[in-house]
């Protein structure tokens, strides 16, 4: 039996998707949130905006996913790390969220701002969460299911 010290691609990429539908349903909520509590509730927004971090973050999630397989060798993963890890994502996803809902709303001012720091708060005990339960999956498992009993490089 393999033993895996690092994700495949087609895990990372499977992370993100899981990830991303737990995101764009969370950044959907918010931006109802605070848009509604502000008086100019929009739900088309609140969809365009999550469409777009969807697409968009996937992508940036995939690379960050790689970076930290390289910088996290020996294939486990603390607490400590993970922790590292969230605070390294939620900085790069919040910028994006704020840069995306001012695309959106035609205005970079204290609505992107609100949205943007919400989510932070409410996707940092998320994310954290939803790395701890992928941790739990042992390496191989996609590849093994994907590739049947293949040997695989």
Same mark, same amino acid.
């Given at each position: 039996m393999a033993k895996y010290?690092?994700?495949s691609?087609?895990?990372?990429l499977i992370k993100g998707i899981s990830w991303r539908f737990i995101a764009t349903t969370d950044t959907i909520l918010v931006v109802l949130l605070i848009t509604c509590l502000n008086g100019s509730c929009s739900i088309e927004h609140a969809i365009q905006i999550g469409l777009a971090e969807f697409l968009l973050k996937l992508v940036v999630y995939f690379f960050h996913e790689?970076?930290?397989?390289?910088?996290? !060798?020996?294939?486990?993963?603390?607490? +400590?790390?993970?922790?590292y890890k969230t605070i390294s994502w939620r900085v790069i996803a919040s910028v994006m969220t704020f840069i995306i809902t001012g695309a959106i709303l035609n205005a970079f001012d204290e609505i992107a701002l609100y949205i943007a720091l919400t989510e932070s708060l409410s996707k940092f005990i998320l994310y954290y969460i939803h790395e701890r339960l992928w941790i739990k999956l042992p390496l191989?498992?996609?590849? !093994?299911?994907?590739?049947?009993?293949? +040997?695989t490089i």
């Open positions: 010290k690092r994700e691609h087609l895990r990372s790689r970076i930290w397989q390289f910088a996290l !060798k020996d294939g486990v993963v603390s607490q +400590k790390e993970t922790l191989g498992r996609i590849r !093994k299911f994907v590739l049947g009993n293949k +040997k």
